[in-house]
């Protein structure tokens, strides 16, 4: 079984920012792609970033320059340092993990960190 744990989200002003943090745990023999996804209320999940096991980074256009995603393989764990937060940005964050486990790949979920920007 595997389980996946976000961390980092909360409250802060347009401008701010805020480190996410995701940990995968569990039976699992490799880690492929992780990324984060946002859905904000009365709207549709949107991918935010993903990033390979090798780095390989990809970025929603309405992010690309202000937040960056990390990942530390020795960990199974992914990081999105969120910087110029802005209203829009205001969603419930989740993060996903595509792993080997139990002998397939699959990708499994967080249960999501609100991040909430207001003023």
């Known amino acids: 079984q595997v389980h996946v744990v976000e961390s980092g989200g909360g409250l802060v002003q347009p401008g701010g920012s805020l480190r996410l943090s995701c940990a995968a745990s569990?039976?699992?023999?490799?880690?492929?792609?992780m990324g984060w996804c946002r859905q904000a209320p009365g709207k549709e999940r949107e991918l935010v970033a993903t990033i390979t096991s090798g780095m390989s980074t990809n970025y929603a256009h309405s992010v690309k320059g202000r937040f960056t995603i990390s990942r530390d393989n020795a960990k199974n764990t992914v990081y999105l340092q969120m910087n110029s937060l802005e209203f829009e940005d205001t969603a419930v964050y989740y993060c996903?993990?595509?792993?080997?486990?139990?002998?397939?790949?699959?990708?499994?979920w967080g249960q999501g960190t609100q991040v909430t920007v207001y003023s």
């Open positions: 569990g039976s699992i023999f490799s880690i492929g792609v």
């Open positions: 996903s993990s595509y792993a080997f486990a139990s002998g397939i790949w699959n990708t499994y």
